[in-house]
């Protein structure tokens, strides 16, 4: 018994571990900044957009823009400490050191910056001052790259390397100002290049109204509030009032809590600060259980304490006769269970060490499970050892020690029917608590299983979407790529696992589409759009609901689904924007099943698109396809064009893929939480049979089976593992 209940409380305390070491990630995201709750990212409510969108219900936050309007928010206000301003550059840069020219280039992304960002920000400079920040000449790098650039060396600064595309497509030669601790990854600073910007460079960027890469970064003064400063900002500013009709301030570490479908995409990493997929509603989840588990674990700790009691009570009892203090005898029970609870804790740590090692839960994790990265878990493990003796082991020392003396020697307090409720309700209760949590997470895997599966209106089993690489986009000039896109598609047709191909600017399936605002009869409109090739709808199994489907000769018209119709009121042959409307679809789910159905349009006979789309013969010729498509694209663009393929069910596994995640790592935790009781169960068992050996013995001289004994041992425990399941449904479906 002993050991059993040693095993249950180590697994309580292991899954505890894992599941407060992640929420710790996540609610410690940003903290480690000075001043961490003043130091904010700005965001505004643009009036053009909320005029567009405002009849359907949108209000989106814009956090970019262009560095006039930045540079008139910072002189608007008296309520800024400090400000800066970081300037972002879409993809890496190549970075070579100048005293190895014949080096392998290393990729690295570089951002650029107004003079105050160490202001704002916590740097924490391994070498090098901030002073140098200020000369444009430097880069500020991160210890990691440092060494991948250089190799290990005793410092760093004042060596050069060259970067090609810092500023244009020229390389550009630079010293390393200061070298930096590498930031924690639960930060949205990132181990990049950090580069100030020049004069000459910040003037351009200010006379450039159609860049919008810049986002704004301030340090509020103590007790400043985020309404009062958006009302400043607009009072005292002209452009500020005919731009925005709000701003708001908000502190890093909440910024990471923002839900926006843009920036779950890894496309838009470069264009957007940061990382915003955070979800408090799985950091409540994942505390929730950890701490039930912890219940659960203590609940099996009382379980087997009482279990113990037949064994001890008279001795304790002897002890009070002679003489003993009740006082003494409960301090040193409570004394072993502050030992077992440290073993279990103990041997939880090498079970974590086994599972650090083989790297078990990686995949299931953002944060790092290493002992010396997680400090504060391991502070409330220990404090466990004190808290959980004395909530799990206070009851079974009273009870050990109020009983009379006189009675307890005579009595059999085992297989009296107080001490059997007693152990069963225990058992019910941890039973309930686990199903109901195993049957909320069941549910939610269902649904996702669903959402998976399920129609969206498409033929997605039989598509195969290509994208081109944006280098190879840059290199023909985009505009020109038709040169490219023409024989391939042409070439792609020839092959028998091939039945129709097409192209397209958006990849159904993707959170990200391009949203139009378009004018209709005297009104604007809101819609998804995106261009494709005349036979895109065959090529996908899209159905032509009414009007035609496109042709090849066809200029600036539209297909719009009937949620569009149904919306909006439109008509065959109305005009929206500049596009005739020729034909309506059914309703498909363009974007991920999270998203409703909204209005969207197809549109042909202009655009560009950086995706084939493929039909393929059947879903076993995929791979057949792939690799005849490799083939041409080799001949055609001479190797120099990288292509990704993209399957539907894939890209629907893509957004999905953080709660898939998410809900393993929870179920196990509703496992372990599970096991821990079926444990206790184990050793009860064991306990009632060495309690009943007499019992059992007259039953098997009266000519009892093993089997029907064996029945009338667990048939207690089914009837009370029923009832709690009777319980749990109701209570998980109310849940989810």
């Known amino acids: 018994a002993f050991w ?69 928010i910072v ?18 840069k190549e970075f070579i050191p100048v005293e190895n020219e014949g080096a392998e280039p290393l990729m690295a992304n570089i951002r650029y910056s107004t003079p105050e960002l160490f202001n704002v920000f916590s740097f924490d400079l391994l070498e090098g001052d901030t002073a140098a920040f200020r000369d444009s000449h430097n880069v500020f790098i991160s210890s990691s790259l440092a060494k991948k650039l250089f190799g290990e060396a005793d410092s760093y600064v004042g060596r050069q390397c060259r970067g090609k595309g810092l500023w244009d497509k020229h390389y550009t030669e630079v010293n390393v100002g200061a070298v930096y601790r590498d930031f924690p990854t639960n930060s949205h600073m990132e181990n990049e290049v950090y580069r100030c910007l020049s004069e000459q460079q910040q003037d351009e960027l200010w006379k450039d109204e159609g860049s ?60 957007y600060f940061g990382k915003r997929n955070g979800n408090e509603t799985l950091v409540w989840a994942l505390t929730l259980v950890a701490l039930l588990v912890i219940v659960i674990a203590a609940i099996n700790y009382v379980n087997f304490a009482m279990a113990m009691v037949p064994y001890q009570i008279k001795e304790v009892n002897v002890r009070r006769i002679l003489g003993a203090k009740s006082a003494s005898l409960r301090w040193k029970m409570l004394k072993t269970a502050v030992f077992n609870t440290l073993m279990a804790i103990i041997l939880s740590m090498l079970l974590m060490n086994v599972i650090i090692h083989l790297g078990f839960l990686n995949d299931l994790l953002k944060c790092d499970l290493a002992f010396a990265k997680n400090g504060e878990t391991l502070l409330i493990m220990f404090a466990l050892v004190v808290l959980l003796p004395v909530v799990a082991g206070c009851y079974p020392a009273w009870y050990l020690t109020t009983r009379k003396p006189a009675l307890v020697i005579n009595g059999n307090f085992a ?88 192209w397209s600017s958006a990849v159904l399936g993707q959170d990200q589409f391009q949203g139009w605002g378009r004018e209709h009869n005297g009104r604007n409109i809101a819609f998804n759009a995106e261009y494709s090739g005349y036979n895109f709808l065959t090529t996908v199994g899209i159905k ?5 489907n496109f042709r090849a000769e066809d200029k600036d018209v ?93 890209v629907l596994g893509q957004a999905y893929a953080n709660e898939m995640k998410q809900l393993k790592l929870l179920l196990v935790g509703a496992i372990v939480s599970l096991l821990i009781p079926l444990i206790g169960v184990f050793g009860l068992v064991l306990f009632e049979t060495r309690a009943k050996r007499k019992e059992i ?13 064996l029945v009338m041992f667990n048939m207690q425990y089914l009837r009370t593992l029923a009832m709690c399941f009777i319980i749990a449904a109701p209570v998980a479906h109310a849940l989810y």
Not at 544 to 548: A, K
Not at 697 to 709: E, N, P, Q, Y
């Open 558 to 650: 539209a297909i719009f689904n009937e949620a569009a119709r149904q919306q909006f009121g439109l008509k065959l042959h109305d005009v929206v924007g500049n596009h005739e409307i020729v034909g309506f679809m059914e309703n498909i789910h363009h974007k991920s099943l999270r998203n409703e159905i909204s209005p969207m349009a197809i549109c042909s006979g202009g655009g560009l698109g950086s995706n084939f789309v493929v039909r393929v013969a059947s879903p076993s010729k995929v791979d057949e396809a792939i690799r005849f498509i490799d083939e041409q694209n080799q001949k055609i663009s001479d190797g120099q064009c990288e292509l990704t393929y993209y399957k539907p069910d894939d």
């Open 544 to 548: 032509v609901t009414e009007g035609r």
């Open 212 to 271: 919008w890469n810049h986002c704004l970064f301030v340090k509020l003064r103590e007790g400043a509030e985020s309404e009062a400063i958006s009302e400043e900002l607009l009072a005292n500013s002209t452009l500020l009032r005919e731009t925005a009709s709000h701003f708001t301030f908000i502190p890093l570490h909440d910024v990471y809590f923002i839900q926006n479908e843009h920036y779950k995409d890894d496309r838009f990493e470069d264009l």
């Open 697 to 709: 013995g007259i039953r098997k001289v009266f000519g009892a089976t093993t089997r029907g004994i």
């Open 415 to 502: 297989l009296s029917p107080a001490g059997q409720m007693f152990r069963r309700v225990l058992i019910a209760f941890q039973f309930t608590v686990s199903l109901v949590i195993l049957l909320v997470l069941l549910l939610f895997s269902a649904q996702h299983y669903y959402i998976r599966t399920s129609s969206v209106g498409y033929d997605r089993d039989l598509v195969l979407y290509v994208e081109v690489s944006e280098d190879y986009l840059i290199k023909t000039h985009r505009f020109k790529w038709f040169n490219y896109l023409d024989p391939m598609m042409q070439a792609i047709k020839s092959s028998p696992a091939i039945s129709e191909v097409s």
């Open 4 to 72: 059993l209940n040693l095993l249950g409380l180590s697994l309580a305390f292991v899954i505890f571990y894992v599941l407060m070491a992640e929420v710790m990630w996540h609610v410690t995201f940003d903290r480690f900044h000075k001043d961490a709750d003043r130091v904010c990212q700005v965001f505004h409510r643009n009036k053009k957009f909320d005029e567009a969108f405002k009849e359907f219900g949108i209000r989106d936050e814009q956090d970019t823009y262009i560095a006039s309007f930045m540079e008139e």
């Open 75 to 92: 002189k608007s206000s008296q309520q800024f400490e400090s400000h800066a301003g970081i300037y972002y550059l879409d993809g890496e």
